[in-house]
Nanobody, 117 residues
């Protein structure tokens, strides 16, 4: 089972980007899906999480600017990022955990988001 992330890139401050991620292969049993990010010299941090009932949780730093959504039938998760700031620059990682504890959490390959002034 893998997560494949799409999107990212270079954008000016105040602009928008959309990240997408799909889970595929094998026994998915996806529970929560979300996005983490890691800026240079910093620890990886949670950006947004959405459960199978589509309840959401956001980092305070992105509330009101980012919107997470998912399609349970397609096992995809999206992150719409608006009003991007310089401090949003990071590598963004798609994440998913599973319905069964013996199944490992999943991480995507990471996609770079760079916000320029």
């Amino acid at each position: 089972v893998q997560l494949q992330a799409f999107g990212g890139g270079l954008v000016q401050a105040g602009g928008s980007l959309r990240l997408s991620c799909a889970a595929y292969g094998g026994m998915l049993a996806i529970n929560n899906m979300g996005w983490y990010r890691q800026a240079p010299g910093k620890q990886r941090e949670l950006v947004a999480l959405i459960d199978s009932a589509k309840s959401t949780n956001y980092a305070d730093s992105v509330k009101g600017r980012f919107i997470i959504s998912r399609d349970n039938a397609k096992n995809t998760v999206n992150l719409q990022m608006n009003n991007l700031k310089l401090e949003d620059t990071a590598v963004y990682y798609c994440y998913a955990d599973r319905n069964f504890k013996h199944l490992p959490d999943l991480w995507g390959q990471g996609t770079q988001v760079t916000v320029s002034s």
